[in-house]
């Protein structure tokens, strides 16, 4: 237990130079994106007379100049008040904090669905190499990587919403919610299965190419060879002998996927009207909400971060030479 | 014990039309229990082909015939099933690159417990028990702790210990080893073959140790059989093929193998190169013939027999006759 504290403590110290260049990044990118929360907030409500724009700018603190502004910013995160979102007519952190619980759920399903399904998938696919099965497999997986989310998420509310009425339109949660908690929490997963089955299909193709090579790759190893002369029964030299040392570069691929993750809940958020992040990010961009989308990001980083700090955990139980390697490194 | 008849083996060409390659021509071998046979002879000779045929190891292309005894039971045509319970059960097997045989992210104790408990049925205790045994018994000191260690963390040396362990730990009656010191330094190869003798002693099990090395083989081996192009050359006790070799071809093995003694004096001598290279399996002359100092007309016309020579017998028609 002790290596993986030395762990989590250098990854949380490593973390704090990447939320301070990822802030600043923010600031820069809104800044130079040009239009403010005042001209988008004109442009939706139907114009304005210069001068009431000009009053506007001065209330909302939008007229100083960019240092002025770019200093507010960063007292406000570090005394972590993200200030107030004009689109949500609420403070940024309680508009994050209602969403997060949405999206965390439906990424974290998402992920646990893709990477499950793409690394039994590439398995299979490696124990069948060049048969039909490994071609259906692969192509399959990469037909459903290519195409848009957004047009398979339509696809999936026709057939199954629409036309077979099997699921929810959209929606995190039925409005007459059912009184018992399982019924509550039955009723959250019924709403998921579409959004989830679809962001996890999309990404599901690269777990399944991974697991397969690195799965080639150990079914060809020495050790492998050396379990058979051992006499190990087939299922067991499978799993503990082939997938289980192939399971490596998956774990490290869902780390850096979970960022992608983020991105793709956007469109498929706003696909199925989830009230999560990733439309709440939609809203708050296309109306110019800096606050919002500066509060969103931040935990977008945090989220990956941990993410990471997670995938670095797995990572150095699945792989024993690792852990050494690495608190060495971390002067433990 | 283990006898081996007539076996052949041939891998498959790229298509059916191609007849392939005839790696192994039709060899014999005898092996007891706490006897040593080494096979020595250089690459493509076919003589770790004969010791996956022996481990029911060979890829599926490769096509078999003859037969294979082990205790008077065929061992040689069996279904994946039977396979398995003469893998490890009857015979153990060990390779080349010992950290290559460990799967590195197990416990080197977890590796030679799921041997013991595949094959001895017995539950997580006893077989952990039973593999810190093992691990003591091939000269492991601190085998409990050693036993939680994964391989990255051993030497080559330890590790070929542990590969040992784990071929011995379902109590086989034969080992293969193929290569099995060829990976490492000097200091710790002689340490690992005195460790296998002994264990053939201790263990009353049979070894069969491929090696391309003659004084590998003659430091460890009650019999040796040389091999060339698929065939048996040659089969003699130790001292006898060193100091007094029937085949020409043992001879070039030894000169090369053995330098020093070659030069006599003390002096380097430069290591003797056999010229051209080796003739394929299955031909209508002897195999060596091409590249053989001693070679006359009768041996490229036909295949030598086996004759009887020295403690042995030996496949040439001049066999013990020298090129001076």
């Known amino acids: 237990m002790g290596r993986t504290w030395t762990l989590i403590r250098r990854r949380l110290l490593q973390a704090i130079p990447v939320i301070l260049i990822v802030s600043i990044g923010i600031f820069g990118l809104l800044e130079l994106a040009g239009g403010d929360a005042v001209d988008a907030y004109l442009a939706v409500t139907g114009g304005g007379d210069p001068a009431f724009a000009e009053r506007l700018r001065q209330q909302w603190g939008l007229d100083a100049g960019l240092w002025v502004r770019f200093l507010a910013y960063v007292e406000s995160l570090v005394t972590l008040d993200f200030g107030w979102s004009v689109v949500m007519s609420k403070p940024v952190s309680v508009a994050i904090l209602e969403r997060l619980p949405n999206t965390a759920l439906m990424m974290g399903a998402a992920i646990a669905f893709s990477a499950c399904l793409g690394t039994l998938l590439g398995g299979i696919a490696a124990l069948r190499k060049g048969t039909a099965a490994d071609a259906g497999i692969t192509v399959g997986a990469l037909v459903l990587n290519a195409m848009p989310s957004f047009w398979i998420g339509l696809i999936a509310i026709v057939v199954f919403a629409v036309k077979l009425a099997w699921f929810p339109l959209g929606g995190i949660a039925s409005f007459d919610r059912p009184d018992l908690a399982i019924g509550r929490v039955l009723d959250v997963a019924w709403h998921l299965v579409l959004p989830v089955t679809v962001l996890g299909l999309a990404y599901m193709a690269l777990y399944v190419r991974l697991m397969r090579s690195a799965m080639i790759e150990t079914a060809a190893s020495d050790w492998v060879r050396a379990a058979r002369a051992r006499g190990l029964p087939r299922l067991r030299i499978v799993r503990r002998h082939m997938a289980r040392p192939a399971l490596l570069p998956v774990v490290t691929m869902l780390g850096l996927q979970a960022g992608n993750l983020l991105g793709g809940s956007v469109v498929v958020e706003t696909v199925f009207a989830i009230p999560g992040l990733g439309s709440l990010a939609y809203d708050a961009v296309s109306q110019r909400d800096l606050p919002l989308i500066a509060g969103i990001l931040l935990v977008g980083t945090l989220m990956v971060i941990v993410v990471n700090l997670l995938v670095d955990i797995t990572y150095a139980r699945l792989d024993p030479r690792v852990t050494d390697d690495r608190v060495r490194a971390g002067g433990a | ?324």
């Open chain 2, 1 to 324: 014990m283990l006898k081996v008849r007539d076996l052949a083996i041939r891998f498959a060409g790229r298509s059916a039309s191609e007849a392939g390659t005839l790696a192994v021509d039709g060899i014999d071998l005898d092996l007891d229990r706490a006897q040593v046979l080494a096979l020595i002879g250089e690459s493509g000779s076919g003589k770790s082909a004969t010791m996956l045929a022996l481990a029911g190891l060979l890829p599926k292309s490769a096509k078999t015939t003859g037969s294979v005894l082990l205790d008077d039971r065929s061992i040689l045509h069996l279904d994946e099933r039977e396979k398995s319970t003469v893998r490890g059960r009857r015979i153990g097997m060990i390779f080349q690159d010992p950290g290559g045989s460990l799967n590195p992210v197990l416990t080197v104790g977890d590796q030679i417990d799921e041997v013991v408990r595949t094959h001895r049925r017995l539950d997580r205790r006893a077989a952990r028990a039973e593999t810190v045994s093992l691990l003591s018994r091939v000269g492991i000191g601190d085998p409990a702790a050693r036993a939680r260690a994964y391989p990255h963390q051993l030497s080559g040396g330890l590790k070929q210990r542990v590969a040992i362990a784990a071929a011995l730990a379902a109590q086989p009656t034969v080992i293969l080893a193929d290569e099995p010191t060829t990976a490492l330094d000097a200091t710790v190869q002689a340490q690992i073959l005195d460790l296998l003798v002994n264990l053939v002693q201790v263990e009353h099990v049979a070894l069969l140790l491929v090696t391309h090395d003659l004084a590998v083989a003659a430091a460890v081996a009650d019999r040796i059989a040389v091999m060339y192009a698929g065939k048996i050359v040659e089969r003699r006790g130790p001292e006898q093929l060193v100091t007094d070799p029937g085949h020409p071809y043992s001879r070039a093995l030894g000169q090369a193998a053995l330098p020093f003694v070659a030069a006599g004096d003390g002096r380097h001598a430069a290591l003797p190169e056999l010229p051209g290279r080796m003739a394929e399996a299955g031909g209508t002359a002897c195999a060596f013939a091409p590249r053989c100092p001693l070679a006359i007309d009768r041996c490229r016309a036909q295949v030598p027999p086996v004759v009887p020579f020295g403690d042995g017998e030996a496949a040439c028609f001049r066999a013990g006759e020298t090129a001076q």
